[in-house]
């Protein structure tokens, strides 16, 4: 199936190039916390939804308020079954002629088919924009600056969007800077060779340790359906709207929220040992064995590190020590705070 990276193999020099500046996870640390560094984003799918109700399609099939969007922002949203388990997380944009929602390609095929068959008599039309669109990652404060001169601004607060000539440029967070840009297929490969010689090119893996240090959550095919939204933190990151109409899901979302049965959320943890934690591994307590959470993702944070994102259950998170095939976890911060009143009972 082609992609609109495909640019990045069409010659051997060109290739070689690449090669030459991928650096792995492991090389995070000698790029230095400060440095900026771009991805292209292979494992990101974008779908599009075009049609005089588009967004109201979408405001009720999401957990996050669609119709008070403008173009000049995003939203994190989860989209649920019934029971309110995520069948996934998506950024939601506008576009001139419609939305975006951009999220883990692998589910994209799945997800339209289920989106369409709530379509009924409403005017819209859901198709795959992954061979039209493409999606870059930047992080570090050193991606400001090219931004700027391609750009000709940065959004400043976070879920922000800037957008010139159809590319989108959207604030994922701050301190460190990280954004998205939503580059179409025919625009991609001059954006992409002016970003490339001014900062270093990293692989996915080391996309996914910033997304971890961030506490931005994925689902993947392995973890569809086993967790509520705000076990994956989406409060805080203002993923779900309580105000808004019914969704799927909505019903045990809301409960879970209002009578504060919350019982596991995600946390951040560092493990070690050569391989890389799969999203779906179970976490247990060192002491009996008993199961304390699923892994959400992971990612090497040095040779012999990694870091991860694990829904957790509480009482066993904050009072006892936690084992991952055997490996010892240590807990690490977030950046965001939790409402306890909701999220401790």
Request: net charge negative; aromatic share 4%; with cysteine.
């Amino acid at each position: 199936m082609p992609t609109p990276w495909d640019f990045l193999a069409s010659s051997a020099s060109e290739q070689q190039a690449q090669q030459a500046d991928i650096r792995c996870a492991a090389t995070e640390v000698a790029l230095g916390e400060h440095a900026g560094r771009i991805c292209a984003l292979l494992d990101w799918g974008v779908i599009s939804a075009r049609g005089a109700d588009a967004a109201a399609f979408l405001h009720s099939q999401l957990s996050n308020d669609i119709k008070a969007m403008d173009a000049a922002s995003s939203r994190l949203a989860a989209y649920c079954n019934p029971k309110g388990r995520a069948l996934a997380l998506l950024r939601v944009l506008r576009t001139d002629d419609g939305l975006l929602l951009l999220t883990h390609r692998a589910l994209i095929d799945s997800l339209i088919r289920r989106l369409r068959l709530f379509v009924l008599r409403s005017k819209v039309t859901l198709d795959d924009a992954s061979e039209a669109i493409a999606v870059i990652g930047l992080h570090g404060p050193g991606v400001t600056q090219p931004l700027r001169q391609i750009m000709g601004a940065i959004p400043e607060p976070v879920g922000s969007v800037h957008c010139v000539g159809g590319v989108q440029l959207i604030r994922l967070s701050c301190a460190p800077d990280r954004f998205a840009l939503a580059v179409p297929a025919g625009e991609l490969t001059g954006l992409w060779s002016r970003l490339a010689h001014t900062l270093p090119v990293v692989d996915m893996e080391a996309w996914q340790l910033s997304e971890i240090r961030a506490g931005i959550p994925t689902i993947t095919p392995a973890t569809q359906e086993v967790f509520v939204p705000q076990m994956l933190n989406l409060e805080p990151l203002q993923g779900i709207s309580y105000e808004k109409g019914c969704y799927p899901g909505q019903e045990v979302i809301a409960r879970m929220h209002y009578l504060g049965k919350l019982k596991r959320r995600m946390y951040r943890l560092r493990s070690q040992g050569e391989a890389t934690p799969s999203p779906g591994e179970t976490v247990r307590t060192a002491e009996g064995g008993q199961e304390a959470g699923i892994v959400v993702a992971a990612a090497r944070a040095s040779q012999d590190n990694h870091e991860l994102l694990a829904v957790l259950r509480t009482e066993l998170a904050d009072q006892g020590e936690l084992v991952l095939n055997g490996t010892p976890l240590q807990l690490r911060e977030l950046p965001y705070a939790f409402d306890t009143e909701s999220s401790s009972s």
